[in-house]
């Protein structure tokens, strides 16, 4: 089946080439995840690790497709990302069940035995969600495609912004060695169907889409670049400093450093986090205490959108990719550039890349 027509036939209302918004904690709320479904891209709501504000997310979501309603196979035409070790999972699978949302986004569980049950449950409790799981090596890859079946992997490469496995590698490579582990899995019988591919990781523009798309990707996530929205729910200080930030590979870094300022301390150890360069970061390394250093922390919350930047103390979770996003836009009109963009790119190369 043609790549646009099984992605309609779990998703109707997408376009071409799929551009997906990650799911970002307290950032991806349902304003963001409607805005970017309705360009015809699929909009993901954070869970996260904590699920308590879930349902309002839900509901308000609800109601923001009331005013114009989007054609979908479940319930609504949005996903939603738990961060599996920490989200009450009980609650979860009640919140799916009710409000069938057409994706659910796995990320980080403790073990693929309790991503099974997740997986299950999700499945029991509404068959027509589709369960999408984001892996950050090959190993990952194979044991989540084995054990729990998903219709979707995402690919996580190291140039992610947030958190992710510490030690990667870039979707470039990564991205063809798990599409080809995938097929043996197929091949011996193991696995039934392929899932799709997404790639995440640095991805920012039409560009790095086709990239992926020429990879083996059925589709392309996005969240550093959405960082830039007028949709997330995100601080001013902290969006200038992602408009700001260039040279990803030099000025964002994957490290703990900001995770155990901000007290969110409860990933388990092969994972970190990417953000921009700081003073936290930089005095971290250079010997600074680290309750002296959570002091500082402390201190520049209380100034505000001061707080951020690369003097500044607050963590800019971001991507490698950082340096392309000049400037807020809204988020529909993202996913209608950068799909554009990427046709283009794909149009150019299907005529001038092997000199025909
Ligand atoms: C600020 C921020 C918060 C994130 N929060 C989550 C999250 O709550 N759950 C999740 O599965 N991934 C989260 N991610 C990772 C994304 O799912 C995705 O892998 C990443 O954004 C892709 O790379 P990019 O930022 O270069 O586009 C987050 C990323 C960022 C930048």
Request: charged content about 20%; hydrophobic content about 45%; aromatic content about 6%.
């Amino acid at each position: 089946m043609a790549l646009a027509n099984r992605l309609r036939k779990d998703y109707a209302w997408v376009k071409t080439p799929l551009i997906i918004g990650a799911p970002m904690r307290l950032i991806s709320l349902a304003p963001l995840a409607v805005r970017i479904s309705r360009a015809g891209g699929i909009g993901f709501i954070a869970a996260g690790t904590d699920v308590s504000t879930l349902e309002t997310e839900l509901i308000s979501a609800q109601r923001l497709l009331e005013e114009n309603q989007i054609p979908s196979q479940s319930g609504l035409p949005i996903g939603v990302g738990f961060i599996n070790w920490g989200a009450d999972q009980a609650v979860s699978i009640s919140l799916l069940g009710r409000f069938k949302p057409a994706a659910a986004w796995f990320f980080a569980p403790r073990s693929v035995h309790d991503l099974v049950s997740w997986t299950e449950q999700t499945r029991t409790a509404t068959p027509t969600t589709k369960v999408w799981v984001q892996v950050g090596c090959v190993k990952d890859a194979v044991e989540v495609a084995r054990a729990c079946k998903p219709d979707v992997l995402v690919v996580q490469g190291t140039d992610a912004g947030g958190h992710g496995l510490a030690q990667g590698a870039g979707i470039v490579s990564l991205l063809p060695e798990v599409a080809d582990a995938i097929e043996a899995l197929v091949k011996e019988g193991t696995v039934e169907e392929t899932p799709l591919l997404m790639a995440a990781g640095g991805i920012v523009e039409g560009r790095g889409v086709a990239a992926a798309l020429a990879l083996g990707a059925a589709g392309v996530v996005m969240g550093t670049r959405f960082l830039a929205s007028s949709e997330a729910t995100i601080a001013a200080g902290y969006r200038g400093e992602v408009v700001k930030a260039s040279d990803g590979g030099q000025n964002t870094v994957r490290t703990k450093v900001y995770d155990s300022l901000r007290g969110t301390t409860g990933w388990s150890q092969g994972y970190n986090a990417r953000g921009v360069v700081n003073r936290s970061y930089v005095e971290a390394l250079g010997g600074l205490d680290e309750e002296e250093n959570k002091k500082l922390y402390e201190e520049a919350l209380k100034k505000g959108d001061a707080g951020w930047g690369v003097d500044g103390r607050l963590a800019t979770y971001a991507g490698a990719g950082v340096g392309l996003v000049k400037d807020v836009k809204k988020a529909g009109d993202i996913v209608e550039e950068v799909r554009a963009n990427a046709t283009g790119v794909l149009e150019r190369l299907g005529k001038n890349s092997i000199g025909k």
